[in-house]
């Protein structure tokens, strides 16, 4: 298949604002022709194409949720178990109840808060959404996220757009065009190049029908952050690594309620090992253990940000682990960040799912 790449960098917040509140003409040519090309790309998946896009997390491959067949063919596209569940994107929070019959006080105080913006709520779904979409369960995950072109591409679009992330399975989630350009240009319709993922991991997820709200994936809007809002606790699902530092045998027993956290996703061509201890000496120990197999032939990449760079991290850790792999490096040493901070403890679960939970604590 011909994917077409259609480049909307120029539509921007700012781009926008200029256009519109100042009615500057350069910025209303720039953003007329981004907008042209989003309008191609939302008729595509009217008519049952898949369209990758950006988002501030990381790049979404694109499916109206309410087709079947199209999201049958993202499956595909990603060559990802059908069990999966899809996260579904709305343009504005009133389409909510396109997806659910059970709007709670919760879920629209959640929404005011932190949408548009890196959550998922997952909550009961309407019979009509399809559970091709929802990987055979009742509930679906929703979520409005704060990107322009993902917002204008779903407006135009006219539906709500099921779409996991635009890398293939098994492979790092993409946070730059490039990335799902390399993954998938020849397998959908059409692929927007837009800027950098801003976020780049992930977002949080939570079950918003468990009592009290449960987060089954952690990201950068923390259990913390949820549980000020609503004035409630937040649970996290054990399947996730504990606060306390790493705990890998339980990560691994625990049956992730969010099917997606089960699968060696994240995954590096690399071996990876992660190193745990004290800042000056992962360091050290990091740079013994390159030089010991460099001595033996072995190709060595270093992951090691500064202790408290979490915004950093998040932002660069797929990126990273995609150009080791292009480098073609065998082995990856990883310093782990403190998992205290919220953000920390979202970047370490990345990080151990990558190592294949190898871990040397010092
Ligand atoms: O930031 C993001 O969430 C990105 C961008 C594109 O929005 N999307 C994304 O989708 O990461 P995906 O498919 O790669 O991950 C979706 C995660 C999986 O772990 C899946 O199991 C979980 O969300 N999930 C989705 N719907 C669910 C549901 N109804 N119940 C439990 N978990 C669900
Ligand atoms: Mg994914």
Redo the contacts with the bound molecule.
């Keep these: 298949m011909e994917t077409k790449i259609l480049d909307v960098r120029a539509l921007t917040e700012e781009t926008l604002r200029r256009a519109q509140v100042f009615c500057e003409p350069d910025a209303a040519r720039v953003v007329d022709d981004a907008m042209e090309k989003i309008r191609e790309a939302a008729a595509v998946l009217r008519s049952g194409g898949l369209v990758a896009f950006p ?1 501030e ?4 491959l694109g499916a109206d949720a309410f087709n079947e067949d199209a999201v049958r063919r993202v499956y595909e596209a990603k060559g990802r178990p059908s069990d ?4 579904v ?1 709305i343009a504005r929070a009133s389409d909510l109840s396109l997806l659910t019959a059970k709007l709670t006080p919760d879920i629209v105080r959640l929404a005011d808060e932190y949408w548009p913006g ?1 959550l ?1 709520m ?1 909550i009961s ?1 309407r019979e009509e959404v399809p559970i091709r979409t ?2 055979g ?1 009742d ?3 929703v ?1 409005l ?1 704060d990107s322009p072109v993902a917002i204008e591409l779903i407006r135009l679009a006219g539906t709500p757009i099921a ?4 890398n293939l399975s098994g492979s790092p ?1 993409p946070t730059k065009a490039e990335h799902v350009i390399a993954d998938l240009d020849g397998k959908v319709e059409v692929i927007l190049v837009g800027p950098d993922s801003r976020v780049g991991i ?2 949080t ?1 939570v ?1 918003m029908t468990a009592h009290p709200p449960q987060i ?2 952690p ?1 950068v809007i923390t259990a913390d952050d949820l549980a000020q809002t609503l004035d409630v606790t937040v649970g996290i699902d054990s399947a996730i690594l504990t606060d306390d530092g790493v705990d890998p045998a339980a990560a691994i027993a625990a049956a992730p ?5 089960k699968y060696r996703h994240y995954a590096p061509k690399a071996e990876m090992v992660v190193i745990e201890g004290k800042q000056e000496r992962v360091r050290a120990e990091i740079s013994r253990l390159k030089s010991l197999n460099e001595g033996i032939g072995r190709r060595v990449g270093v992951m090691l940000f500064d202790e408290k760079a979490y915004t950093e991290a998040a932002r660069d850790f797929y990126a990273m682990l995609r150009d080791m792999d292009e480098s073609g490096v065998d082995l990856i040493l990883a310093g782990a960040l403190a998992a205290s901070g919220g953000l920390g403890f979202a970047v370490m679960n990345r990080m151990m799912k990558a190592a294949g939970y190898k871990i040397i604590r010092i």
Aim: proline share 13%; no cysteine.
């Design positions: 988002t997390t990381v790049y979404g999966n569940p899809m996260i994107h890196p998922t997952v779904k929802t990987g369960l509930t679906v995950g979520r996220p779409a996991p992330s635009a989630s992930e977002s997820v079950d089954l994936r990201g309620r969010a099917p997606g956290m």
